[in-house]
């Protein structure tokens, strides 16, 4: 049996090295438009490249899936995040999970887990074609002929469809595979760019570039689910960071721009309702009666952060304490609880994945077989599949590439 992967990123390589380990009889071709394997595999995570997460309850990492968790059930079942981990560490490269659940090579080097895959192919003798794009698939009788730009073709037995989105367009994640598979019968969804910063219509965010918070709780005015609690910092253009990137995959689909701008409330204080909040600083004030009160916030927010909320929403932070309302209270812990920026564009270059892809319902999940086009399988990002930061992009691609490998090789049998 002959087997073109059409891809030679993150799922494309695991459908490859899959069939090379479970059927080394089988010929697998490998096609690569760039010259070299797992471009965009190697710079995830800042060039760390970051594994998969390491949280091990199936059903919790399902839930990190805005779209497709369902669809996943069955492939990140049969290889979930602790199955890629051991498969990693049994070609010899070890990993580490560090404190935010991220797992990283201990080297933190993309370049050591596409290194996995280039010695399982040089053993297998796996034909890899670099620098060639697939310009169209044709389906006949015997199989699949495979054309190129220039003008060669191939004739294999099936076909894995694994091109990835269209984020990171330097690596050749150019969207090439939606035109491949409509082509053959399928249905592609609405594509945007997710997990990308906002760029904010308020100026006063910027000031504060590069300050961070461990944690506040980001929601967005969007049908829910539209809310995410965690990290998020600002930047010279509005609002970034893990929180950040979540709330943009919940609301990838809601279109916004300077004219039509999209609400987003912060809370910086999400261990404390509000009541808790104004007996806080109630009981701070009164402590201190003397000092001014932006003084007394500096006890709850970072001081330039209490300085341009005061500024911007007419905080009475030069008052004494002793001279603050209950009415001024509620007004400054509101305000804390929620205030309001609005979105106007995505940030530039942020997009690390793409929301959107080939139609779920018209691909076997459990082998990730095209039901369109029987002998064509389609995983990785390609899918109508994402994930929030945090390695679950990357584990959607091993486990579908794993499941479509592993369905060809029992072919062989």
Known sequence: ??????????AGMMAAATINELSPETEVILVEKNDALGKKVIISGGGRCNVTTGFENVKFVLENYPRGNKFLISAIHRFPPLSVRAWFEDHDVPLKCEKDMRVFPVSNSGLDIVEVFKKIFKDNATKILFNHAATKIEKIDKGFLVYFKDDTSILVDKVVLALGGQAYRMTGSTGDGYTLAEALGHTITKLVPSLHSFMSLE???RALAGMSFL???????YIKPNTKTGPFLFTHSGISGPAVFAVSSLVAMRQFSPGNPLKIYIDFLPDQTQDELIKNLQT?????PKKIFKSTLHHFVPANLCDALCKEYFVPGDKKNGDISKADLAMTAALLKKVTINAI????????????GVELSEVDPKTMESKKSPGLFLAGEILNIDGFTGGF?????????????????????
């Not at 564009?345 to 959107?356: N, S």
């Not at 992009?393 to 579908?400: F, G, I």
């Open 203 to 205: 100026k006063w965010p």
């Open 215 to 221: 944690k506040a709780t980001i929601t967005a005015d």
């Open 1 to 10: 049996m002959k087997v073109a992967i059409i891809g030679a990123g993150a």
């Open 284 to 288: 701070t004030a009164k402590e201190f």
């Open 345 to 356: 564009g995505r940030g530039a270059g942020d997009e690390f994945v793409t929301a959107g």
């Open 393 to 413: 992009n990357l584990q959607a691609s091993w486990a579908t590439g794993r499941a479509a490998g592993e369905y060809i090789a029992s072919q062989e049998l």
